[in-house]
């Protein structure tokens, strides 16, 4: 699956290997990063909001699968019937694994969703950004709800979202359709990712972007239909959060605070805002600059082409206009909601920033390969936002443990 900028595999077998240990590697840095407290604690912890810990109960003690289908479906304010799917996968797993089990499901979907935006980044940019951009998508701080059962919702949408931009370059409008439809009826502002779709599929040309205005557009069709005409008909607004509950100068003002405010909690503020974070980078770092410095030896006895700064450049075009896209229009559609550093809410601009950032890389990496000092650079950049990441990610597991 690559027609892009980015080198095709050598054979679907090679191919197959690549994703398959792609995907242990994501699974296995999220483990670490985000869930390493429940794998080894006695007991996990239990946060406030996790509805889905009330489900089970309900559905353990008092009725069957069915009934609690039922309830959760129809007493659901934000009318989000696909939640129906998250329950079920969590009980499932709560049933033959324990609490424990639901942890590892998240984990997986983070996983699964890590590989699949790194196989569309592959198709765009160099070999190599692919895997940065997964790693990126499971360490950036900026989203701290991966441990929070009740945001399996929104990472489940933002899987759909990312596998219905898979049927979209390969020409599957119909199935990126339905994607995106399941993706608004699990959580509404993960499918705002959607607005890749066109960079992926060629570059972001004509073609490409009125076919996916058209599939975004019937998508968002449906789910207006079903939430302003069929929910709010069968279950009531218990939050007064369906369309009307809020003024027009409010959605303004959360518009224009989460277009002023994410994209420097996507790309800076989120990295940095700890002196922990600071301290175990700067430790990291100082033990990779050796393996830096021979990377970099050998990347200059066999370099290749440079890299296409003009696939570079379109990337950081379209990372910078999901990551606004999602954040800008999220905080609109949540106006009370903050947009700080520990939100779910920024997850609709998880794949744009992370694009952002890998086009970055790759512009870097076109500039200044032909240096010795550029060559350095060029690794130590990605090191230093993964082990930033990563520093981030473990302090958020501790908060966790403690709370």
Not at 11 to 36: I, K, M, Q, Y
Not at 211 to 236: D, E, N, Q, T
Not at 286 to 304: C, D, E, K, M, Y
Not at 333 to 354: C, F, K, N
Request: net charge positive.
């Amino acid at each position: 699956m690559n027609d892009g900028a980015g080198p095709a595999t050598s054979s679907p077998a090679a191919g197959r290997l690549r994703g398959v240990l792609l995907l242990l590697l994501f699974l296995g840095t999220t483990l670490v990063f985000d869930f390493g407290f429940v794998l080894g604690d006695d007991v996990p912890p239990i946060l406030n909001d996790d509805w889905p810990l009330h489900a089970e109960l309900v559905w353990s003690r008092h009725q069957g699968p069915a009934e609690t289908i039922r309830e959760v479906f129809l007493m659901s304010w934000e009318g989000r019937p696909l939640r129906a799917i998250d329950y079920g996968l969590r009980l499932g797993a709560h049933r033959l694994f324990g609490l424990r089990g639901a942890f590892l499901v998240q984990a997986a979907i983070l996983a699964l969703s890590a590989l699949v935006l790194a196989r569309l980044v592959g198709r765009r940019l160099p070999r190599g950004f692919d895997v940065l951009a997964g790693l990126l998508f499971v360490l950036h701080p900026a989203d701290t709800t991966h441990a929070w059962l009740a945001t399996m919702m929104a990472k489940l949408a933002l899987l759909y979202t990312l596998l219905a931009m898979i049927a979209f370059v390969r020409g599957r409008d119909l199935l990126a359709f339905l994607l995106l439809v399941a993706g608004f009826l699990s959580y509404e502002l993960s499918p705002l990712a959607f607005a890749l779709a066109p960079f992926f599929a060629d570059g972001t040309s004509r073609k490409s972007l009125r076919r996916a205005a058209l599939v975004f557009a019937g998508a968002l069709l449906v789910y207006g239909l079903w939430r302003l005409a069929v929910f709010s008909a069968i279950a009531p607004d218990l939050r007064g959060a369906m369309a009307g509950g809020t003024s027009a100068s409010t959605m303004l003002a959360a518009l224009g605070r989460g277009l002023a405010g994410v994209l420097p909690i996507m790309l800076f503020e989120s990295w940095v805002r700890s002196s922990t974070v600071l301290a175990t980078a700067g430790w990291a770092l100082a033990a990779a600059l050796p393996l830096l410095l021979f990377v970099g030896h050998r990347r200059r006895q066999a370099r290749g082409p440079a890299a296409p700064t003009r696939a570079a450049a379109g990337a950081l075009l379209a990372g910078l206009v999901a990551t606004l896209a999602g954040a800008g229009l999220s905080f609109a559609a949540m106006p009370t909601a903050d947009p700080g550093v520990a939100s779910r809410h920024t997850i609709a601009a998880l794949p744009g920033a992370v694009v952002t950032l890998c086009a970055l890389g790759a512009l870097l990496n076109g500039l200044l390969e032909r240096s010795a000092v550029g060559r350095s650079l060029i690794l130590l950049v990605p090191a230093l936002l993964l082990a930033l990441g990563g520093a981030a990610r473990l302090e958020t597991q501790d908060d966790y443990r403690d709370a």
